[in-house]
């Protein structure tokens, strides 16, 4: 609601407008996360299982408390920033637009000045956490799935020996059928904290380069913010990109299948055409683009694109 009030008071609406805008599609994907908060722990249930298949020892502990310490330390970052925010020429700034509207009658600046300031320093530090927890989870669900995956073709080579293609079959089912599972309910979530990123990663940086100003608390807000969308983009892009790549040659063995057993081969190449050839099992953004490292090559591309015409349009305007 201050966020809609905000768009209409300040100078730069088309700016507000697309960060409220980007705020709704956020907070869009959090209840989609808390709608499949179910789905979230079976998840972890299904990779715990499928260690246990491969006779791997990983305990639902270990994924758990790694994720559980690198969201403390983030909320404290998120705290921290939340407070330079406060303190810094960037509040001043905002109070100014404020104080010189208007369209907010003088008796009421004042608490709409406090308003204000709890929406900008709740929402970066809401969004910094939710964002954190997501692509720390992200992150360590696509880890584990690759290595699974290669775990699995590496252990695909001593059951091939055995004649054991059953083993092998299952393995496969249950991995894909987890894959998929993920897909499913994150797809969405990824998509929106993917562009979100982007779009923070092109904020921030148009801030540090043209925004003029002498603070140095203002600089080191939006320096972490920066390296902190940066850093969210990657742990979301290069696990599941990772991950992706495993279930490609993971599936690459299940199609070659059929010629390790020359005794079974049509009733393997009939198992595999039916069960696993027609679909590629990887995770998606949005069941739309696949994600790959190209991926993320073509998103900086088009951040650096953008910031250059806006460059050339600053100069042209001055």
């Known amino acids: 609601m201050v966020q809609a009030e905000w768009v209409l008071l300040s100078t730069e609406t088309k700016k507000e407008f697309s960060i409220l805008v980007m705020f709704l599609l956020q907070m869009t994907a959090h209840i989609s996360l808390f709608r499949s908060r179910q789905h979230i722990i079976q998840l972890l249930n299904r990779i715990s299982g499928i260690f246990k298949i491969l006779h791997w020892k990983c305990s639902k502990k ?86 699974l995956f290669f775990e699995f073709i590496s252990k695909s080579q001593g059951l091939i020996a055995k004649e054991d293609y059953h083993s092998i079959l299952h393995v496969y089912h249950e991995l894909t059928d987890t894959l998929t599972y993920m897909d499913d309910f994150l797809s969405y979530p990824v998509f929106i904290h993917v562009l979100g990123n982007m779009a923070g990663l092109f904020w921030s940086s148009y801030a540090i380069i043209f925004i003029p100003t002498d603070d140095y608390l203002a600089y080191i807000y939006l320096i972490v913010a920066c390296l902190l969308y940066w850093k969210w983009l990657l742990m979301i892009m290069l696990p599941a990109s990772s991950a992706n790549k495993a279930a490609k040659n993971a599936r690459d063995i299940i199609l070659s299948l059929p010629g390790w057993f020359p005794q079974h081969h049509r009733k393997l190449k009939l198992a595999v055409r039916r069960e696993f050839k027609q679909t590629k099992y990887a995770l998606t953004l949005w069941k739309t683009y696949l994600i790959n490292r190209s991926i993320l090559i073509s998103a900086l591309g088009t951040l650096i694109t953008y910031g250059i015409i806006i460059a050339t349009f600053g100069s042209v305007k001055q």
């Open 62 to 147: 270990n994924v758990i408390i790694p994720m559980s310490i690198y969201c403390i330390a983030i909320n404290v970052i998120a705290f921290s920033l939340g407070a330079i925010y406060y303190i810094s020429t960037l509040t001043v700034l905002a109070h100014q637009q404020v104080k010189n509207s208007t369209n907010v009658d003088d008796n009421f600046k004042r608490y709409f000045l406090i308003t204000l300031d709890i929406k900008n320093v709740t929402t970066a530090f809401v969004l910094c956490c939710l964002n954190a927890s997501f692509s720390c989870y992200y992150c360590f669900v696509s880890y584990y799935m690759s290595l």
